[in-house]
């Protein structure tokens, strides 16, 4: 048997080592963005800002660990011969004749990561609109009138001027 085969195991439990905690991590993300969107719809800084120290210092958690997943994929991605462009867990497992047990590592670590990207970009929508409604405070207060007051149009975009589009009408 030849050093290769022989620690090919040790690699492929070295890299679901590392997967297990970084799935962890993403799932521990989760309720940390919901506190986060919490605090932006209560409109609470003090609660935000500490949520929002507790996702950053996850996301630097989730930095370090992908780093050291990306360091053993691209070792063992160069034991088994993948190229560059090969390195990930679905072609690992390929490599590995489709019984690695890393398919449900990649599906576990998918759906986190989605549902993480999702939160976020919700949190980002409140935010901006949170940002917005701020600004057009601020201007009321600075200007002493609230010039021209946005809606929404049939799409949803934000348009100028009160050009308001009933649900009523479009049923």
Known sequence: MSKVEFDLPAEIRQLQDVLDPLIRLFERLH???LKE???????????????????????????KTDQLRQRLTAR???????GPDQLSLKHLN???GGDS????????LTQAIQKAEVLN??????????????ESMLRVLKEGNQGPVSSYNRRGD??????????????
């Open 94 to 96: 390929e490599a590995l």
């Open 158 to 171: 934000r348009q100028p001027g009160a050009n308001f589009h009933f649900l009523s009408r479009q049923l």
């Open 101 to 108: 047990g890393l398919p449900s590592y990649r599906e576990r």
């Open 31 to 33: 309720p940390l963005l």
């Open 76 to 82: 063992l991605g160069a034991l088994l011969g993948l």
């Open 37 to 63: 969107r919490e605090a932006l719809n209560a409109r609470k800084p003090e609660v935000l800002e500490g949520a929002s120290e507790s996702v950053r210092a996850t996301l630097e958690e989730i930095y």
């Open 121 to 134: 970009r919700e949190n980002q929508a409140i935010f901006a609109g949170v940002l917005s409604a701020t």
